[in-house]
């Protein structure tokens, strides 16, 4: 048993590091549209197109292994519709709790005053903007990982695995070994 929650602990680990890329990718995204004038929903849609793609790519070949007879497009489409949940739509949710609700520019305020000081001409709101995405990741990430790992990479409904050892017990049971 220890040594599959060590397998998990070091999956995890490896999802954090692949999650942190597609991170990156995103945010770069995010911030490339914003940075050209575009609406924070508009980015968050692009870096959420590109983020997944990455994440597939990363991840079907560092932290997941597919269940057999699960195809490496029915994985991508899954992680599309996770991430259309926690990635986009949550994210987009968060964001906009965040700057619209919570009003995060007020807490950047002296953070923003600091950079305009440094001679970097930028609103609050738009230094909120930039931060939103960072403080959603943290909340989002568990999420992401589990829906990754007992939904996207698996086989819907029993695995042969499962079968088999259901079928096991039973025979165990009745005392019908074969």
């Given at each position: 048993?220890?040594k599959?929650?060590?397998n ?9 590091v692949?999650?942190s ?15 050209v004038?575009?609406?924070y929903v508009?980015?968050?849609l ?8 990455s994440?597939?790519?990363i991840n079907?070949?560092?932290v997941?292994e ?5 195809k490496?497009w029915q ?6 519709v ?5 990635g986009?739509?949550l994210?987009?949710l968060l964001?906009w709790l ?5 009003n995060?520019?007020e807490g ?7 950079i ?6 930028m609103t609050?709101r738009?230094l ?9 990741a ?9 829906t990754n790992?007992f939904?996207?990479y698996?086989?819907?409904?029993k695995s042969s ?12 049971s009745t005392?019908h070994?074969q």
């Open positions: 048993m220890k599959k929650s060590n998990a602990v070091i999956q995890y680990l490896k999802f954090i692949v999650g890329i597609n991170a990156i990718v995103n945010y770069v995204a995010y911030a490339a549209v914003v940075f004038g575009g609406h508009l980015a968050t692009v870096g959420f197109v590109l983020s997944v793609l994440s597939y790519l079907s070949s560092l997941f597919r269940d057999e007879g699960v490496g994985v991508l489409l899954r992680l599309y996770v991430y259309a949940f926690s986009l739509f994210t987009t964001t965040f700057l619209d609700v919570l995060l520019e950047v305020r002296s953070l923003g005053e600091a305009r000081q440094s001679g970097v001409d609050d738009k909120a903007e930039y931060i939103a995405p960072c403080i959603v943290v909340i989002v990430t568990p999420l992401n990982f589990v790992k939904f996207a698996k086989k819907l409904g695995k499962e079968k088999a050892k259901k079928e096991e017990v039973q025979n165990a005392g070994d």
